[in-house]
């Protein structure tokens, strides 16, 4: 039996052609699932509508998933160990990566992280449930969507299922606010002790996703910035020392990055270096674009694009007995390019998710969220304004799906534009036709 192309639960049907590789029906089903068409409508960094030109969730997807797959595909003819498939978690599919990349955000609520927050927030208070964007991601790929010939997931295989999860724990472990709900652990695990991972590790396949993750962040969100007017490509706007304080007061407050070492750095010294270096790149590439912005912002991410990619490579991690997917110079983890890289993910976090206009609309997300919210909690109430066959669905799951999380699936699932419509339905003094489709 091949571990890789294992799959949970599900019937041989015999309605599918054997010419087609396990990894492409993955990919099939993945992209004709409405929970990835809904990617289009969610918030990357600025709101889903706001303009023809900036990410949304699904652009953003997609150009992780592009970066992925050709990192694996120069990682596979650079190590020799991964075509020797010793291990089932220590091989780099390129197809199975973009279909990790591209499944990576289906759990993010409408509104980005605001929306992420206030869910989470409200679950927990009320009902002691936690809200996680990854954790959310797996009740899609393996409950809440619907396939032809399936009543409950996707039916994935196990490799793509396993390179999708960055956080392979449970939520229910103390302490822990990344990972997975018990529900979907459980099954996790299984495959996890099937495949013989070791505790807390994550496969070649999801540490590649999640650094490209981190790449394509720290680059495209500039971009976007850029092209916003929020980073303004100036010295008065990057020597400014309430930009400098920001940044670091961020990069000390996350307790979730300390491995890459800036204990070992004078952390506003490396700031002000890395913003300097990075204005003097635009400089010299904006006169010799004769003075064109847009050719420049491109040409600004294409290059650094390349530069973390060309980084990328495998390296052993003795205290853990497995491998690790990270930047790498001379043999070793390049720790200056991953603290590098990290300045420039707050500066796309400071300069664009806490704009104050960024911050109004934030507010007024949750706000949104926060009534849809209270509409739907009571379920006698809450079942009168919900469609039918989600309320059909929790009659035949109530047993083990409780009304709460119910409700966080429902609203989570909705894009920007569809929570502001259903809101609108509920508080506004006008809205569309009673007839329009839901």
């Known amino acids: 039996m091949d571990l890789r192309k294992l799959r949970i639960d599900e019937p041989v049907l015999g309605t599918f052609s054997e010419e087609r ?35 949304t969730r699904l652009t953003h997807s997609l150009e992780v998933s592009q970066i992925a797959r050709e990192v694996a595909r120069r990682l596979g003819k650079q190590y020799d160990f991964l075509s020797k498939k010793e291990h089932p978690g220590l091989v780099l599919d390129p197809a199975v990566v973009e279909i990790a990349a591209l499944a990576h955000d289906l759990g993010h609520p409408p509104f980005g992280h605001k929306g992420e927050e206030v869910l989470n927030r409200l679950l927990m208070e009320e009902h002691g449930l936690a809200y996680e964007g990854n954790a959310q991601n797996f009740r899609i790929l393996m409950f809440l969507e619907k396939r032809a010939g399936s009543g409950s997931g996707l039916d994935l295989t196990a490799a793509t299922l396993l390179a999708t999860n960055k956080y392979p724990y449970s939520l229910d472990e103390p302490g822990r606010l990344k990972g997975l709900y018990a529900s979907e652990w459980q ?62 007061q961020e990069i000390v407050e996350d307790q979730g990055n300390m491995e890459v070492g800036w204990d070992q750095v004078d952390i506003p010294a490396m700031v002000k270096q890395v913003l300097a270096d990075y204005l003097q790149q635009w400089e010299e ?18 290059r650094w694009v390349s530069v973390f990619a060309g980084k990328v490579g495998i ?36 300069t664009l998710i806490k704009d104050f206009r960024v911050q109004r609309l934030q507010k007024r997300s949750e706000i949104m969220i926060r009534r849809l919210w209270d509409s739907f909690r009571v379920p ?33 699932g909705m894009t920007d534009a569809y929570a502001e ?10 809205s569309g036709s009673i007839y329009e489709m839901d």
């Open 21 to 55: 590789d396990e990894y492409e029906r993955d990919y099939a089903r993945l992209i004709q699932s409405p929970a990835f068409r809904r990617l289009q409508g969610k918030t990357q960094v600025f709101g889903a509508g706001s303009g023809d030109y900036y990410r």
């Open 187 to 248: 099954e996790i695990k299984h495959l996890r002790d099937a495949w013989q991972m070791p505790e807390g590790c994550s496969t070649l396949e999801a540490q590649l996703m999640d650094l490209c993750d981190d790449i394509a962040y720290s680059t495209h969100d500039i971009e976007d910035g850029i092209r916003a007017g929020k980073i303004q490509m100036n010295r008065t706007f990057f020597e400014d020392s309430r930009l400098i304080d920001n940044l670091v």
């Open 285 to 302: 590439l904006y006169a010799q674009y004769d003075n064109e912005s847009s050719r420049t912002r491109r040409e600004m991410k294409a």
């Open 315 to 350: 390296i052993d991690a003795p205290s853990k007995g497995w491998k690790k997917v990270t930047f790498v110079e001379s043999g070793q983890q390049d720790l200056e390019m991953l603290r590098t890289m990290e300045i420039l993910k707050k500066l796309a976090w400071v």
């Open 380 to 412: 006698d109430h809450g079942r009168l304004i919900l469609p039918p066959d989600w309320v059909a669905s929790y009659d035949q799951h109530k047993q083990h799906w409780s009304w709460p999380r119910f409700i966080a699936d429902y609203i989570s």
């Open 421 to 430: 419509k259903v809101y609108a339905e509920l508080y506004a003094s006008k």
